[in-house]
């Protein structure tokens, strides 16, 4: 299968980890799932906590 339009996804991080790496595993992540590993995936940071848990 194959999507024609590109896949739009928001995240909340904790601080520690390069934002950029994150954005690209998870966008990586959802390629699998999809099945499509040329899929575009828009990854948006909508918010960042300090550390523990996030509140959904």
């Known amino acids: 299968m ?3 339009d590109p896949v739009e996804i928001a ?7 390069p934002f950029a790496v994150v954005a690209d595993e998870v966008a990586d992540r959802v390629r ?4 499509d590993d040329t899929l575009a995936v828009d990854v ?3 918010d960042v906590g300090a550390g ?3 509140a959904p």
């Open 44 to 46: 948006t940071v909508a």
């Open 32 to 35: 699998a799932v999809l099945g």
């Open 52 to 54: 523990g848990a996030v």
């Open 11 to 17: 995240v909340v991080l904790r601080l520690g980890r």
């Open 2 to 4: 194959r999507l024609a």
